[in-house]
């Protein structure tokens, strides 16, 4: 593969002025969208040297064969163009946006002669006003019955309008009190509309002068001794207050801003919108991110802003996000031309501001993992993912059962590997395994070590004596046995996958080599560029970032890892405490309080005699003695 690119432009013909730029196929498909503000200063990034580019940048690169580029005069106006062309285009290359479509949203037909509200998932009506998302349905529903007490406006459908407003006789719904508009015969067109008005107003920012203004009305009633007018402005009170308590104040009552929590990976990245009108949040937008280039956290914001206030979307005064992106000065520029007034982009950093982003970031770490599982357990996926494997790896089948090991050490001490088993992509709990190494060199002896451990199972006879039950599942050179009379292990894998890039791959193929086993497939996944490596090959396959086949890679790799640090874990937890034990007089109950007040073996074995003494129940003696004794060991 040529180091230079054939289309890289002269140095000297990239304006230094802000732009956009855009990479192009042989086929004059727009590939990638971006902006600088200095175009020859970013595009001098992407034609570096290949091999020191990222995996995926360097793919779309090398798909591209051409560039372009538009200079414009300030960093607003090329904002407003990226935005633009990414919208036109769709860029492949660009991150790919999946909305969550599950959640419904309020709208007002302020376009109608006489607007209604309604419950909607349809967000192109013409000159509607939209409130929520709200995570149910019938939390929507329960809204507006609760508004529409306080603010009767009109919910029949079109057709009953309009045959109301022909006839002269109420609508349906009106003649039951669920519909306060033109058409229930009550009230006339214009005092409908002034009606409209306060209850978007109140909907936009949860205006408590509505509350307040119902109370005066309602005193002033009552001192009048007008008690029916006095009881509809109570009931209206009651449904202002009613409509206020759904939604807790998270901020200070006249604070209206967008908050953004962002949880990612290499892969895809999820988003948590929370709308905050009056300090209350009034909706919840969840959006799934898939990354096809390797892009820094300040530049996702960036684009997430971009995707959030397209057009006809309102910006508040306050926009939260968890790290500025660096033109913010710019966006802040372009969400005022939006708004038509002031617009602060600002981190969250303390207070009921931090804390409320801490809530958003935590829903969107649960929903990335909640995405991963379900593109990992969907049947359809599965099956996708598998076959993408097979052709990928080219394997002669697809890889039905697929061991991934991982080896997990502390500072190169307490070597242990982990085995985790996915066969038609579902893990297999019941089948992983985990072992201790006892000697090793380094990360690559210890990946051979455990495979030709393991693969030397498939070479048993099926009545082969197994480990008996009451064996120590911890003891040097053993490995975790089942109770079953047949070991798992006899069971061969189409794929071995392991932690790591080619150094780990090539010990791996070494030990299917040595072992007779070379009809298993091979191959490794390394975290950092989240490329996959096969025995032999001098260059990674790069699987695009949306193939199912790599979350299920992915997830073996994580699944791996996880399984190894836990028994990791309670290894040295068992050494430590074997080790106390063997302190004369030093009983269970002291030895979890010693830990507990020292919260690691290291900070123990570095306490002196007086500090271990310092813990209830441990006298001088005693703390002379474990002193001594862990000093020896």
């Given at each position: 593969m040529a180091d230079v690119l054939p289309y890289k432009p002269a140095q000297g013909e990239i304006?230094?002025?802000?732009?956009?730029?855009?990479?192009?196929?042989?086929?004059?498909?727009?590939?990638y969208v971006g902006k600088a503000k200095n175009l020859r200063q970013r595009l001098s990034n992407y034609?570096?040297?290949?091999?020191?580019?990222?995996?995926?940048?360097?793919?779309?690169?090398?798909t591209a064969t051409s560039v372009e580029w538009t200079v414009v005069p300030t960093d607003v106006d090329s904002l407003q163009l990226e935005y633009m062309w990414i919208k036109e285009f769709d860029p492949p290359f660009n991150v790919r946006y999946k909305d969550d479509k599950s959640y419904p949203f309020m709208a007002v037909t302020l376009g109608d002669e006489a607007p209604r509200v309604l419950v909607t998932r349809n967000r192109k009506i013409p000159r509607a006003r939209y409130f929520g998302p709200y995570p149910k349905?019938?939390?929507?529903?329960?809204?507006?019955?609760?508004?529409?007490?306080?603010?009767?406006?009109?919910?029949?459908?079109?057709?009953?309008?309009k045959r109301a407003m022909a006839t002269g006789r109420p609508c349906f719904p009106g003649q039951i009190g669920k519909c306060g508009g033109p058409c229930s015969m009550k009230v006339s067109i214009e005092e409908h509309r002034a009606m409209v008005d306060d209850f978007v107003a109140f909907m936009a920012g949860g205006d408590e002068r509505f509350a307040k203004d119902l109370t005066k009305r309602m005193l002033a009633a009552s001192a009048a001794m007008d008690y029916e007018a006095a009881a509809k402005y109570r009931d209206q009170l009651s449904s202002i207050e009613a409509v206020l308590g759904k939604s807790s104040l998270v901020l200070p009552a006249d604070e209206d801003a967008d908050l953004f929590g962002i949880a990612e990976d290499e892969l895809a990245a999820t988003v948590q919108h929370f709308v905050i009108r009056g300090g209350r949040v009034r909706g919840v937008r969840a959006t799934t991110i898939e990354k096809e280039i390797d892009i820094s956290g300040s530049e996702l914001v960036d684009q997430v802003l971009q995707r959030a206030y397209g057009e006809?979307?309102?910006?508040?005064?306050?926009?939260?996000?968890?790290s500025l992106p660096d033109d913010a000065p710019e966006l802040e520029i372009w969400l005022r031309e939006r708004r038509g007034r002031k617009v602060e982009v600002a981190v969250a950093q303390r207070g009921q501001r931090a804390e409320l982003m801490r809530t958003a970031t935590l829903n969107a770490q649960q929903a990335l993992i909640r995405h991963k599982t379900r593109r990992t357990t969907d049947y359809v996926a599965r099956t996708q993912a598998l076959t993408d494997l097979q052709e990928a790896l080219g394997l002669g089948t697809a890889p039905l059962r697929i061991e991934c090991y991982d080896i997990s050490h502390l500072g190169g001490t307490n070597v242990v590997a982990s085995m985790v088993v996915f066969e038609d992509g579902l893990s297999r709990k019941d089948q992983y395994r985990s072992f201790n190494i006892a000697e090793t060199t380094d990360d690559t002896d210890s990946m051979?070590?455990?495979?030709?451990?393991?693969?030397?199972?498939?070479?048993?006879?099926?009545d082969a004596e197994v480990l008996p039950v009451d064996a120590d599942p911890l003891a040097e050179g053993d490995d975790v046995v089942t109770t079953r009379k047949k070991p798992r292990f006899s069971y061969p894998p189409q794929l071995l996958l392991v932690d790591g890039g080619k150094p780990q791959v090539e010990a791996a193929a070494r030990a299917l080599r040595d072992s007779g086993h070379t009809e298993i497939g091979l191959c490794g996944i390394a975290k950092r560029l989240e490329e996959v490596w096969l025995p032999g090959e001098d260059f990674p396959v790069i699987l695009p970032r949306t193939s199912?086949?790599?979350?299920?890679?992915?997830?073996?790799?994580?699944?791996a890892h996880r399984f190894a640090i836990i028994h990791q874990r309670k290894r040295r937890k068992r050494d430590i405490s074997t080790v106390l034990e063997e302190v004369p007089g030093l009983g269970a109950s002291r030895i979890k309080v010693l830990l507990k007040h020292f919260g690691s073996v290291t900070a123990l074995r570095a306490a002196t005699s007086p500090e271990i003494q310092e813990v209830p129940g441990i006298g001088p003696a005693l703390a002379q003695s474990i002193h001594t004794h862990l000093a020896t060991r």
């Open positions: 304006p230094t002025d802000p732009g956009v730029y855009r990479f192009r196929d042989a086929e004059g498909r727009v590939l034609f570096a040297p290949l091999r020191t580019l990222h995996e995926r940048t360097r793919r779309m690169v090398t349905v019938w939390a929507v529903h329960e809204t507006i019955d609760l508004m529409v007490k306080a603010f009767p406006i009109r919910t029949c459908s079109d057709s009953s309008y006809g979307v309102d910006v508040p005064r306050r926009v939260l996000v968890p051979y070590q455990v495979l030709m451990r393991r693969l030397a199972y498939l070479d048993r006879p099926e199912e086949a790599l979350y299920l890679l992915q997830r073996l790799r994580d699944e």
